[in-house]
């Protein structure tokens, strides 16, 4: 049996533990290791902004379905995101050039490559793969004519690798039987 002075080191020695497992926890997040999962709910202007975050740090490729690419942060951060060199695409509702025909040609002047698929049903959510390794889930809120559509939620999940190959998978798989819309 310890005496107090033993079990005072016991204590001790399982604090210190501790302390040593929140270090390295922030040290492992800091350098970006391990999963993290976010959800963001709307706020008068919706979650736009936080999807135009997450392009905006991207550094090799952007894969984005989405009804209608409407919100005008979304634009923004993907055809910057086209002006520093990384890869995006888009796969949108057949009826997007129609609701926004504008965005759609600044995008492709841009270089995004929007892809529509004119046999599948409307596309209600907008899903996204960002560099490999952040996958961002939303529900799309239409607005009236004239009116952006907005993001009511998003689920952002990072470092979760099942998720981005299951993502990866259905693009790759839609875009097989979809259209270039600019296409010649």
Same mark, same amino acid.
Do not use: Y
């Given at each position: 049996?310890? @005496? /107090?002075?033993?079990?005072?080191?016991?204590?001790?020695?399982?604090?210190?533990?501790?302390?040593?497992?929140?270090?390295?926890?922030? #040290?492992?997040?800091?350098?970006?290791?391990? @999963?993290?999962?976010? +959800?963001?709910?709307?706020?008068?202007?919706?979650?736009?902004?936080?999807?135009?975050? !997450?392009?905006?740090?991207?550094?090799?490729?952007? #894969?984005? /379905?989405?009804?209608?690419?409407?919100?005008? %942060?979304?634009?923004?951060? !993907? +055809?910057?995101?086209?002006?520093?060199?990384?890869?995006?695409?888009? !796969?949108? &509702?057949?009826?997007?050039?129609?609701?926004?025909?504008?965005?759609?040609?600044?995008?492709? $002047?841009?270089?995004?490559?929007?892809?529509?698929?004119?046999? =599948? @049903?409307? /596309?209600?959510?907008? %899903?996204?793969? +960002?560099?490999?390794?952040?996958?961002?889930?939303?529900?799309?809120? @239409?607005?009236?004519?004239?009116?952006? &559509?907005?993001? &009511?939620? #998003?689920?952002? #999940?990072?470092? $979760?690798?099942?998720?981005?190959? $299951?993502?990866?998978?259905?693009?790759?798989? =839609?875009?097989?039987?979809? $259209?270039? !819309?600019?296409?010649?």
């Amino acid at each position: 049996m310890l @005496s /107090i002075t033993g079990w005072m080191l016991v204590a001790t020695g399982f604090t210190g533990a501790l302390s040593a497992r929140f270090v390295f926890d922030l #040290l492992v997040k800091k350098a970006g290791f391990g @999963s993290n999962t976010s +959800i963001h709910l709307a706020p008068a202007g919706g979650t736009s902004s936080v999807l135009a975050g !997450l392009i905006a740090k991207a550094r090799k490729e952007v #894969l984005l /379905i989405i009804p209608a690419p409407r919100a005008r %942060q979304v634009v923004e951060s !993907l +055809i910057n995101a086209c002006k520093k060199g990384v890869h995006v695409e888009l !796969l949108i &509702d057949p009826a997007a050039p129609k609701v926004c025909p504008g965005e759609c040609e600044m995008l492709r $002047q841009a270089g995004a490559t929007l892809l529509f698929d004119p046999d =599948h @049903s409307p /596309i209600v959510g907008t %899903q996204a793969l +960002i560099d490999h390794k952040t996958v961002a889930l939303g529900a799309i809120r @239409s607005g009236a004519p004239g009116e952006p &559509d907005g993001l &009511d939620n #998003l689920t952002v #999940l990072k470092g $979760q690798p099942e998720e981005v190959n $299951q993502f990866r998978d259905f693009f790759t798989t =839609h875009k097989g039987h979809a $259209q270039n !819309l600019f296409a010649p």
